[in-house]
């Protein structure tokens, strides 16, 4: 009886973990989609006024454009630092003016890189920027672009 005791408990624990993964790659497309979409509406405010310039400076940080930041939004930190950064936490890197993700359940993704971290870059002004991949990340099965 025992032992079916922890086989079910180590069952329960790998699905809890693949739960939590798939929640996580889930988190992730939407924290992009919440940027994607903010730096389009950002845009179009900006045509409407008729004001003249730039929405987004190229230099700018995405995230502030956000009506709320995410919890997770670990500021800004160079590329080179991901390493200190809280897996689980977003990040945008001025320099190469891109934004970072260090994920807590990277097991899947796909490609493996060190440090572990999905980067994608923001470009595209002077019409609404975008937001695009630094690699073809797939995580968990799926791609996450």
Request: with cysteine; glycine share 6%; charged share 15%.
């Amino acid at each position: 009886m025992v032992v079916l005791l922890l086989v079910a408990i180590g069952f329960m624990r790998q699905q809890s973990r693949a739960l939590q993964a798939q929640a996580e790659v889930a988190a992730v497309q939407s924290t992009l989609g919440s940027l994607r979409t903010a730096l389009v509406i950002a845009h179009l405010q900006k045509v409407v006024r008729s004001e003249q310039g730039v929405v987004v400076d190229m230099q700018q940080n995405p995230f502030k454009i956000l009506r709320a930041v995410p919890t997770n939004y670990a500021g800004e930190v160079a590329r080179s630092d991901i390493v200190g950064v809280v897996a689980g936490s977003w990040v945008f890197d001025k320099e190469c003016v891109c934004i970072g993700y260090v994920p807590m359940s990277p097991e899947s993704l796909q490609p493996k890189t060190e440090p572990t971290a999905l980067w994608y870059q923001v470009s595209g002004a002077p019409g609404p920027l975008q937001i695009t991949a630094q690699e073809s990340y797939v995580w968990q099965g799926q791609p996450v672009n």
